[in-house]
């Protein structure tokens, strides 16, 4: 059974950093990818950032470029999202998410297994 255990949400000022974790276990999958959704309050769950273990290829959704990096430690199929820059539009529940190498980050809807999620707030 695939477990996916985010970490490293909480409060933090506009124009500050944060770093979330997502550990996950339980797949025999060789190849697969990983994915950054976020759900803010009343909007649709949206990708954020994804990454592939097969060539360590990512992608980002617009509005997070050149804020957001993510990361890969594929021996410990931890994935890491280092966020900087926030603005309260960047408030969300973000949410890890793991499936085949061919996933799109635009299609969460696609994703099969899902972690419970890691709340950001950005507010001063």
């Known amino acids: 059974q695939v477990q996916i255990v985010e970490s490293g949400g909480g409060l933090v000022q506009p124009g500050g950093s944060l770093r979330l974790s997502c550990a996950a276990s339980?797949?025999?999958?060789?190849?697969?990818?990983i994915g950054w959704f976020r759900q803010a309050p009343g909007k649709e769950r949206e990708g954020v950032s994804c990454i592939n273990s097969v060539n360590g290829d990512t992608s980002y959704a617009d509005s997070v470029k050149g804020r957001f990096t993510i990361s890969m430690d594929n021996a410990k199929k931890t994935v890491y999202l280092q966020m900087s820059s926030l603005s309260p539009e960047d408030t969300a529940v973000y949410f890890c998410a793991v499936d085949h190498p061919l996933s799109s980050c635009t299609e969460a809807d696609a994703w099969g297994s899902w972690g419970q999620g890691t709340q950001v707030t950005v507010s001063s």
């Open positions: 339980g797949f025999v999958l060789d190849y697969y990818a």
